[in-house]
């Protein structure tokens, strides 16, 4: 299994980025396909998860309304598009499939970064 995050860069705050997470190696059917981020000296923290085959939708408050996570089932890929971002969002942005929406995620992408600039 392998899951591919790209779609990192330098942003201005207020600006928005889009990223991918390519997802190859088994059928994803029944799994929520999350994004998490990790701020350094911070915990990894949950941001949004999706079902992939179904329209269950999980996202943490603090991106709730600038944040939409979705998925291209026919090209394997799921998006995070980041939109009003802010220096608080800077982090590395990983891609996990997992059987529960907030947590047990089994496989691990290898992660973007994400720098916002105020």
């Known amino acids: 299994v392998q899951l591919q995050a790209s779609g990192g860069g330098l942003v201005q705050a207020g600006d928005s980025l889009r990223l991918s997470c390519a997802a190859s190696?088994?059928?994803?059917?029944?799994?929520?396909m999350g994004w998490f981020r990790q701020a350094p000296g911070k915990e990894r923290e949950f941001v949004a998860t999706?079902?992939?085959?179904?329209?269950?939708?999980y996202y943490a408050d603090s991106v709730k309304g600038r944040f939409t996570i979705s998925r291209d089932n026919a090209k394997n890929t799921v998006y995070l598009q980041m939109n009003s971002l802010k220096p608080e969002d800077t982090a590395v942005y990983y891609c996990?499939?997992?059987?529960?929406?907030?947590?047990?995620?089994?496989?691990w992408g290898q992660g973007t970064q994400v720098t916002v600039s105020s």
């Open positions: 190696g088994r059928t994803f059917s029944g799994y929520f």
């Open positions: 996990a499939a997992g059987t529960r929406p907030l947590n047990t995620y089994a496989y």
């Open positions: 999706k079902m992939w085959n179904a329209d269950t939708t």
